[in-house]
Structure formats: structure tokens, C-alpha cells
């Protein structure tokens, strides 16, 4: 029960069934965690994290002082603390999908995620406060981007694209010749190069990259993908996974993308689910090595996804 983070369990009377033969219906997973006092003080110490990493960019953008980061990671260091755990801070944050992603929004969550994975890393101390950081300052280039042109609703043009683009080249120099960790500067930089060379904006590979800008790309993808955009809804997490074990175990390092995607997958033990078939479930159990193809629970069916090809987890519910 430990392996498969099963935290608790629930024993069913006769009295339970009859409630729900009553029409007595459970509230769903993430709706339990939004009506918690634990997510209200979570949701307080977000919200002024949020207003101060959004003070702390257009700092950076209009001046030449130097970044307060003790303060930054003090920020955060609330978040984590309201969180408890890993397993909760995921479903926090997933509580918070609800709402528009913005460059700061963003940020955040990149950095919370970049602590998490420094964790089951097993990082020092001093390395798990410096990723921390490269996560929260990873994308401050953007704040030099036209608002028009971050929050598009519609496909981007191929120049305005490039303009996105050169959010890293901009992050990189409004760092350069800050008083902080090189490994933040060039994460700024690099943490859209990709292992095989594919990335930008020097299509550099595996060793030519900046360790810790190889793990904030994961989170970075991860969180952008699984936060809703302008133009479209949040992705479930496990199409993301389902994408990553596609393609990732060439663009990204192989000891980051194996510890995230088997850690993510594992918070997700026992959360509802709905199936691609629009039946609802629970996971149960991980496949280690189909990440993406848990096995769930339908009723009294358990049904393992990774035979059954046919049916994939469409939504968390």
C-alpha cells in the first residue's frame, strides 16, 4: 500500500449503499480539496506569491537592482509549506487549473514543480534552492514580449513566433549581470534546447546544455501543457505523460524525464478519473513501465489500460 501511495482507505457499511441507493451522490476528489481549509490557506499564500514574483519581473525589467531572491524563495517556501507534501501540492495546483495562465501564474508553478522534482532527485539543499529559482525566473524574457502576442487566442503568425522566441535571448541578458547563480542565467537561456538538438535558440545538445535547464524544460512543458491557454482547455496530465513516453526519451535527460514521469503518475494514485469510453473510474495501480496506462477501477472491473489500447484517461475528475 505504500509502494502504490495509498494514503487511506474507505470501509463501506450497509448504511453507505443505502445512502447512495438514496440518490446520495460523493462530491468528486478536487471539489472536496476546493472547499478544504488547507486549499484556502494554499490559495492565499499562491495569490501573494503571484503579486510578488509579478513585482519581482517588471523590477527586472525596468531596473538595474539587484533580485531579492532570499525573498522570492520565502514565497514559495509558504506554498510548499501549506502543500504538506508532493501529492498535495499536485492536486493543489490542479485545483488552480480553473484559471487563466498568465507569464507570472506560469512561473510559479514551474518553480513549485522544479522543487519537487529536485526532491525525488534527492538535490542538496543548496542545489534545490537554485533550481527553485531557475524555475521562478526561467521565462522573465517574456515580460520584453507584447501582451498582444503572449495572450493570441489564435494561432500565432510564423514572425510572431519568432519574436516568442527570443523571450530566452531577452530573459538571458536582463540576468547576465545580476548578483545570482550563473546556472539561473543560463537556464534562462537554455531551457528551450532539447537533447537531440531540436530546441532553440542555438539548437545545442545534450552536453552542450545547461544541466538544470534540461530538468525546468520538463516542468515547463509539463505545467504549460496541463494549464489552460487562451485558445484552448487545460490537457489531462496523463495525455501529457502519454506524450512525453512518445517523444521525450530523446529531447530530454533521461535521469530528469524517468524520476518526473514515474513521481507525477504516483501522485495520481486513487483520483478519479474519466475514461475515453465516458466511463468514470479510480486508479488503482501504476504500469511502470506504460506510465501513461494505469490500471483502473469501473465498479467492480478493473480495467488495465495498458492492454486495453483502445481506452485512455480523457479527464481527471
Known sequence: MEFYNITDISIYSDTDTRKQEAGFIESTFYNEIKKSEAFKHFHKAYVNALGETKKAFDKIANSDEEIDTGNLLSDISKILYESKSNISLFNMLHCIRQYDDTTYMHSLNVSLICNIIGKWL?????????????????????????????????????????????????????????????????????????????????????????????????????????????????????????????????????????????????????????????????IVMINKFDLSRPVVKVGEEFIDLSRNRDIHIEALI
Not at 510572431?160 to 530566452?168: R, V
Not at 534562462?188 to 538544470?212: K, N, T, V
Open 122 to 282: 534527492r538535490f542538496s539543499p543548496e542545489d534545490l534552492e537554485i533550481i527553485t529559482q531557475c524555475g521562478l525566473l526561467h521565462d522573465v524574457g517574456k515580460v520584453l514580449i507584447p501582451t498582444s502576442i503572449i495572450m493570441k487566442p489564435t494561432r500565432l503568425t510564423e514572425e510572431e513566433f519568432t519574436t516568442i522566441k527570443t523571450h530566452t535571448i531577452r530573459g538571458y541578458n536582463l540576468l547576465k549581470n545580476r548578483l545570482i547563480d550563473r546556472r539561473i542565467k543560463n537556464v534562462a537561456l537554455m531551457h528551450h534546447e532539447r537533447c537531440d538538438g531540436s530546441g532553440y535558440p542555438y539548437g545545442l545538445l545534450s552536453q552542450q546544455i545547461e544541466p538544470f535547464a534540461k530538468l525546468v524544460a520538463i516542468a515547463d512543458v509539463y505545467d504549460a501543457m496541463t494549464c489552460a491557454r487562451v485558445y484552448r482547455g487545460p490537457l489531462c496530465p496523463f495525455e501529457v505523460v502519454s506524450l512525453f513516453e512518445a517523444e521525450g526519451y530523446t529531447k530530454y535527460e533521461a535521469k530528469y524525464i524517468f524520476t518526473f514521469l514515474e513521481g507525477i503518475v504516483q501522485t495520481y494514485i486513487n483520483n478519479n478519473v474519466r475514461l475515453s469510453n465516458k466511463t468514470e473510474g479510480e
